[in-house]
Every structure is written in C-alpha cells, then in structure tokens.
C-alpha cells in the first residue's frame, strides 16, 4: 500500500523560507516522478513542481515560484523536498505532495498523471 505524508509547513512572514518534506513508501521511489501541487482558498489546485527520479536539472516549476523554490530528494530516504524562499502572500495554500505510478519517470503538470498524494501540509504566508 502506497503512503505519502507531508510535514513542514508552518506560518510565516513575508519574505521568508520553509521547507516541505515528503516521504512516499510502497512504491520503487527512485524509479518514479514526483510532484508538489497546492491549493488556496478558494482556488482550483495547481501544479507548482515536480521532478524526475534523478532530480537536480531534471525539475521544473511554474513560472510563479521559478527562482524562488527549489525542488530535491533523497532517493535513499524516499523524501522528496520543497525549499520556499522568499514567500509571498500569494503563496498561501495547502501543499500536497504527489507521486506518479512506478515506473513513470516523466514530469507532468497535469494532476491526473498522479495516483498517490498526500493529505496536505497547510502554509500560510503573512503580510
């Protein structure tokens, strides 16, 4: 049985940084891509970024937070990584985590590419 689990978000003044984890177990880890979606209030989920079982180059954000989070992991811990910095306002929302099927090794922006997600981790980013 597949589980995701986010932690680290928190609240936080504008301009400064959090970090998000997760850890997916019941799946090949390192053979699979990896997303981070969020959701405001009020708002329609949406994706923010995601990477490829290698990771580093092979990332990609919206053009949103490009600059300002970056996206990692750990393959050996099975813990895929959010750093936020510079939040804004904006960027408050309920981030969830998310993992494609084993095997699925390309990015993709689209929600339904994902079969496992997480239950949210809630940031808030004040002014």
């Known amino acids: 049985q597949v589980q995701v689990v986010e932690s680290g978000g928190g609240l936080v003044q504008a301009g400064g940084s959090l970090r998000l984890s997760c850890t997916a177990s019941g799946l090949t880890f390192d053979n699979t891509a990896m997303g981070w979606f969020r959701q405001a209030p009020g708002k329609e989920r949406e994706w923010v970024s995601c990477?490829?079982?290698?990771?580093?180059?092979?990332?990609y954000y919206v053009d949103s937070v490009k600059g300002r989070f970056t996206i990692s992991r750990d393959n050996a811990k099975n813990t895929l990584y959010l750093q936020m910095n510079s939040l804004k306002p904006e960027d408050t929302a309920m981030y969830y985590c998310a993992a494609r099927p084993t095997g699925y090794m390309a990015c993709s922006f689209s929600q339904s590419s994902y079969n496992y997600w997480g239950q949210g981790t809630q940031v808030t980013v004040s002014s």
């Open positions: 990477t490829r079982p290698s990771g580093g180059n092979n990332s």
